[in-house]
C-alpha cells in the first residue's frame, strides 16, 4: 500500500511496503493470516512470479486460487483441494445411485399398480412382416394366450430374494444383481 501501512505480505517478510507493491491489493494488512498461509505453502518467490505474469484482471481469482489451496494443503498436506474434490465427486456418484435405484423403485410401483393395456389387435406392420399372423399367434411372445388387454400375472411377477425387493432392485446398493460403485 506504500506509506503507513505495509500490506500483509511486505509485514510478514519485514521490508518496506513499495507505492507499487504487487502484493498490496490482493493482501491487505488487516488479513495476515491470508498471505501467511500462502507463503508457508508455496512461498513469496512463487506468488511474486505467477502475480507478474498474469493479466491483472486475473490476478485477484488466482490469489483466491492460491489461498484456497493452501488452506486445504494445510488440512491435507498428500492431497490438498484434490482431496476434497475427490470426496465430494464420490458423495456426487453415490448420491446419484440412490436417485437411480428410488426412481427404479417408484417406476416398478407404478408398473405394478397400473395393468398392462395389450392392443386388441395386432399391429399391423407386424402382421404383414410375417412376425405375426393373428391374435393368438405364439411368435407374438406370450405363449399363445389370447389377447385378453391385461397380461397374465406371471408375467408381472419379479424374481425376489430376501434382499431384492419385488422389482429386482436390492437396498443394498445392487440393481437386478450388479453390483453398484461405491
Avoid: W
Avoid at 87 to 96: D, E, F, G, I, S
Avoid at 107 to 117: K, R, S
Amino acid at each position: 500500500m506504500g506509506g503507513n501501512s505495509p500490506c500483509a505480505s511486505c509485514k510478514l517478510l519485514r521490508r518496506r511496503c513499495a507505492k507499487d507493491c504487487i502484493f498490496a491489493p490482493y493482501f491487505p494488512s488487516n488479513d495476515p493470516h491470508r498471505f501467511a498461509i500462502v507463503h508457508k505453502v508455496f512461498g513469496a518467490s512463487t506468488i511474486s512470479k505467477m502475480l507478474q505474469e498474469l493479466p491483472i484482471h486475473q490476478r485477484a481469482d488466482a490469489v483466491n486460487s492460491l489461498v484456497y489451496e493452501a488452506n486445504s494443503r494445510v488440512r491435507d498436506p498428500v492431497y490438498g483441494c484434490l482431496g476434497a474434490i475427490s470426496y465430494l465427486q464420490n458423495q456426487v456418484a453415490q448420491l446419484q445411485m440412490q436417485l437411480a435405484v428410488v426412481q427404479a423403485e417408484i417406476l416398478c410401483i407404478q408398473v405394478q399398480q397400473e395393468p398392462m393395456i395389450l392392443p386388441s389387435q395386432p399391429p399391423a406392420a407386424a402382421m404383414e412382416a410375417g412376425m405375426m399372423d393373428g391374435p393368438m399367434d405364439d411368435k407374438s411372445g406370450l405363449g399363445g394366450f389370447p389377447h385378453s388387454n391385461v397380461l397374465p400375472s406371471q408375467y408381472l411377477s419379479f424374481a425376489s430374494s430376501s434382499d431384492v425387493t419385488p422389482c429386482g432392485v436390492s437396498h443394498e446398493g445392487s440393481f437386478l444383481g450388479h453390483d453398484t460403485v461405491s
